[in-house]
């Protein structure tokens, strides 16, 4: 058997003559930047989100840059995030000149850990960006009261979990701004790079459609220096075929979770902590294991697919060796790095496939403690 780590030809199988259809609609239009699809989308994604305003982006990445560059974070700043992310949190506030400030994460939930935060706030912190991990919203309440106390934008990085609820909250919904990716392995995926903004505040929504359009305001008058953030209209006609479908998906992928969590009940295999006070998406099922490199070329040799997020944090990234961070300085980060592994979960996974998963995990797992591997 084989099993991917994500298997997108699953999906697109049962939604083909739609998305060709819809492709089709903007090609025949040739209305091939900006248009109806995008406005669509942006309402339709402001509404699930339970937000105002929407504004599209050309990726997550340039959702995440628009928004620092809308909240004129730059040069002398300071932005406080987790170092156990994707790289494009802490590249964009690099990009916009300010100095990204890590502090540790929860190692039950890989998020930002709130008790940390505090004390890493100086003159100079103009926001905190906490990431929504593997589909899971961070520790909301803490990161707001910080915020609101030393008047201090929320940058959510929700990329990894669009609807994910957090004491019944949207992501996005609860911080300055939230910020998606449509990568396509997110659980609502693009046939290509795309992103979105959200805000309920009307002052930044403004900014952040001038922004994404080289900050010009009328055409050709630059009020500020943007970009072209742009979203791509066949990307959003591909996205509303999707988006009626997300909640299924998410629910089809918490059940996947479940069934792995009753499966790996009572073993040393470490399943995905969910805090009560959320509903996950789970982007990702990310469990720890003894001797997870092992591991990792087991079940390639079963063929399974997995995958290691991540396996370096971000403190210790080579372009970022101008902070001065040095090993040791975020120890949960970096011992979940060592750890951590992402298994199928996907939607569209049958019950012998999770078992095959669960079956392989489980006999590697015996023969560690056999002392075979
Ligand atoms: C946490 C996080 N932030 C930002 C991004 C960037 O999104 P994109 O790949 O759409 O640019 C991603 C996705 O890859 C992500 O997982």
């Known amino acids: 058997m084989k099993v991917p780590l994500l298997d997108l030809k699953a999906q697109y199988a049962t939604i083909k003559n739609d998305v060709l259809a819809a492709v089709s609609e903007v090609l025949e239009s040739q209305q091939c930047i900006g248009g109806p699809k995008v406005a669509e989308l942006e309402k339709n994604i402001a509404a699930i989100s339970d937000c105002k305003y929407a504004v599209g982006a050309s990726s997550g990445t340039d959702a ?10 730059g040069h002398g700043d300071e932005v406080i995030t987790t170092p156990f992310t994707f790289f494009a949190t802490v590249g964009c506030i690099s990009r916009t000149g300010a100095k990204p400030v890590f502090v540790d994460i929860d190692p039950k939930t890989y998020n930002i850990n709130p008790d940390l935060i505090e004390q890493a706030v100086t003159e100079k912190t103009k926001a905190i960006m906490p ?35 957090y004491k019944g909250r949207k992501a996005g919904s609860i911080g300055t701004v939230g910020c998606f990716s449509f990568f396509p392995s997110k659980n609502l995926g693009g046939i290509g790079d795309g992103g979105m903004v959200v ?16 900050g010009q305001e009328p055409k050709y008058y630059h009020r500020y220096v943007g970009g072209n953030f742009r979203l791509d209209p066949i990307q959003a006609a591909a996205l509303l075929v999707k988006l009626p479908h997300l909640d299924d998906w998410s629910q089809a992928r918490r059940r996947n979770a479940a ?3 009753e499966k790996f009940n009572d073993t040393v295999v470490e399943t995905p902590y969910i805090n009560p006070d959320c509903v ?94």
Request: charged content about 25%; overall charge negative; proline content about 4%.
């Open 131 to 165: 990431v929504h991990l593997f589909g899971q919203m961070a520790d909301m309440d803490p990161i707001m009261e910080i915020a609101s106390k030393y008047n201090l934008a929320v940058i959510e990085d929700a990329a990894q979990s669009i609807t994910s609820t």
């Open 199 to 214: 805000t309920n505040d009307e002052k930044l929504y403004n900014r952040l459609t001038i922004m994404r359009n080289h």
């Open 280 to 373: 996950s998406i789970y982007n990702q099922y990310v469990i720890r294991v003894p001797k997870r490199d092992q591991l990792v070329a087991y079940l390639k040799e079963k063929n399974i697919g997995c995958e290691i997020y991540y396996p370096r944090p971000m403190h210790l990234q080579e372009c970022f060796r101008y902070l001065n961070y040095k090993q040791g300085d975020f120890p949960e980060a970096e011992k979940a790095a060592k750890e951590v592994l992402a298994i199928p979960v996907y939607p569209e996974l049958t019950d012998e496939m999770k078992d095959y998963v669960v079956e392989t995990i489980l006999s590697f797992i015996g023969a560690v403690a056999t002392l075979k591997i």
């Open 259 to 261: 069934y792995y969590d």
């Open 64 to 73: 995440i840059l628009n928004s620092l560059m809308s909240l004129d974070i």
